[in-house]
């Protein structure tokens, strides 16, 4: 798209080195806000119920890919 810069890019052309780590941190804090969204809807009704799920799920598959990251960094070196 033009006029349209992509966040994951430093304005040089390249990815930048530090954007899965910003990323991974964003869906971290959208996972925790319908964590905390949940709870305000409640958890006995099926809104809150399927933002606890959507929030739980993002949670732990970012949580496996910081690891693994950090598990597999040392190919990069």
Do not use: C, K, Y
Request: aromatic share 4%; no cysteine; charged share 20%.
């Amino acid at each position: 798209m033009p006029g349209v810069v992509s966040a994951n890019h430093n304005g040089g052309g390249r990815p930048s080195a530090t954007s899965p780590v910003t990323g991974s941190r964003q869906t971290l804090e959208a996972a925790q806000a319908a964590t905390a969204a949940a709870e305000a809807f409640g958890l006995d009704g099926p809104v809150g119920q399927r933002l606890a799920r959507g929030g739980t799920f993002l949670e732990r598959v970012i949580q496996d890919m910081m690891e693994s990251a950090d598990r597999w960094r040392a190919l990069l070196t």
